[in-house]
């Protein structure tokens, strides 16, 4: 099965940190491009992150979201750090196909998204 899984979210305090995992299975994520999303009630869907096809890592918010890649076990991580009661949302990764493509986007160039996540809920509150 074609998949992307998201998991990691949960509770975290203000100034916390958490770690989401985008794992795929049926696929290879090293010729896509991986794209983390989140979306706050009421709130437009808004990119956080993004990677290129067969990228190593980046840097979204000075330190704050840093996206990085195990191609190994087939995973994108997003990790979050100093995270503030804004940052309340549901997480959710995207795959679009981009071998050889030295950039990313949050939305594709051509065509449309792959896959995409189910999301996990990531809650900041004390």
């Known amino acids: 099965q074609l998949q992307l899984v998201e998991s990691g979210g949960g509770l975290v305090q203000p100034g916390g940190s958490l770690r989401l995992s985008c794992a795929a299975s049926?696929?290879?994520?090293?010729?896509?491009?991986i794209v983390w999303f989140r979306q706050a009630p009421g709130k437009e869907r808004e990119g956080v992150a993004c990677?290129?096809?067969?990228?190593v890592g980046a840097d979204f918010g000075n330190g704050r979201f840093i996206i990085f890649r195990d191609g190994p076990k087939n995973t994108v991580y997003l990790q979050m750090n100093r995270l503030q009661p804004e940052d309340t949302a549901v997480y959710s990764c995207?795959?679009?196909?981009?071998?050889?493509?030295?950039?990313?986007?949050?939305?594709?160039?051509?065509?449309?998204?792959?896959?995409w996540g189910q999301g996990t809920q990531v809650t900041v509150s004390s």
């Open positions: 990677i290129r096809s067969g990228g």
């Open positions: 049926g696929f290879t994520l090293d010729d896509h491009a």
């Open positions: 995207a795959a679009y196909w981009s071998p050889d493509v030295p950039t990313c986007h949050f939305e594709p160039v051509k065509g449309d998204f792959d896959y």
